[in-house]
């Protein structure tokens, strides 16, 4: 069974607007990951927040972690087109030494 | 990522046949990973690896083995393919001190007739 669960599983947006694409996962974690996939390519980690972070920022993505409710958000800012692809949390369970990914959120910058 | 190669990058098959894909890494990581991706989905762990003689079996290894030849290199192999192994493969690699950012191989898709 998937450890994440995310929303929406589709994003359609003007360029220039704000994604935001969100991410639930079941058990404890120790940190979140997020990566994106550009169509029929290998996934590319973009950041990591860990258990005891709650926000985190990269360039045009910041990342938020609420983990009383057992979620996470990604927000990308200032959407441009090369920003379409799918995007996927990834977990890190306690105790365990692999990743767990979401089944992704496809989203598609409209010039 | 150039680091991490695969070899085929596509390969079309027919049921029965025993078929190898294969994985090598620059990076000098110590763990290595295989996940199939299914239209829509998010991947999978087939096998994974932390050291040469360290073999681990992920959520859907059933039909699969793998080999751990190097640390550069993590074959995966289907013993007698079946059409529902058509899928998008990956190899990944992480490095032990962070061992939960992983990087990922090109991919190879694999058709199963």
């Known amino acids: 069974s998937q450890q994440g669960e995310e929303d929406p599983q589709a994003l359609s947006i003007q360029e220039g607007e704000n994604a935001t694409m969100n991410c639930s996962y079941k058990?404890?974690?120790?940190?979140l990951q997020w990566y994106r996939q550009n169509s029929g390519r290998g996934l590319v980690h973009l950041i990591l927040?860990?258990?005891?972070?709650r926000e985190k920022h990269s360039g045009r993505l910041r990342v938020t972690l609420d983990t009383s409710k057992k979620s996470s958000s990604l927000l990308i800012t200032a959407s441009r087109a090369a920003d379409t692809a799918s995007y996927f949390c990834?977990?890190?369970?306690?105790?365990?030494?692999?990743?767990?990914f979401g089944q992704g959120t496809r989203l598609t910058i409209n010039p | 990522d150039a680091d991490v190669t695969q070899t085929p990058r596509n390969r079309i098959t027919k049921t029965g046949k025993r078929i190898m894909l294969e994985c090598s890494q620059t990076?000098?990581?110590?763990?290595m990973y295989w996940y199939r991706q299914d239209p829509g989905l998010g991947l999978r762990l087939i096998y994974y690896s932390f050291d040469v003689k360290d073999i681990n079996k992920g959520e859907i290894s059933d039909g699969y083995s793998v080999s751990r030849q190097a640390q550069a290199k993590f074959s995966l192999s289907l013993e007698s393919a079946i059409p529902n192994q058509t899928a998008l493969y990956f190899c990944?690699?992480?490095?032990?001190?962070?061992?939960?950012?992983?990087?990922f191989g090109p991919g190879t898709r694999l058709t199963v007739l």
């Open positions: 927040i860990r258990s005891n972070e």
């Open positions: 990076k000098g990581h110590d763990r």
């Open positions: 990834a977990t890190a369970l306690q105790g365990a030494q692999k990743l767990v």
């Open positions: 990944a690699t992480s490095d032990l001190r962070l061992p939960n950012e992983q990087f």
């Open positions: 058990t404890s974690i120790n940190n």
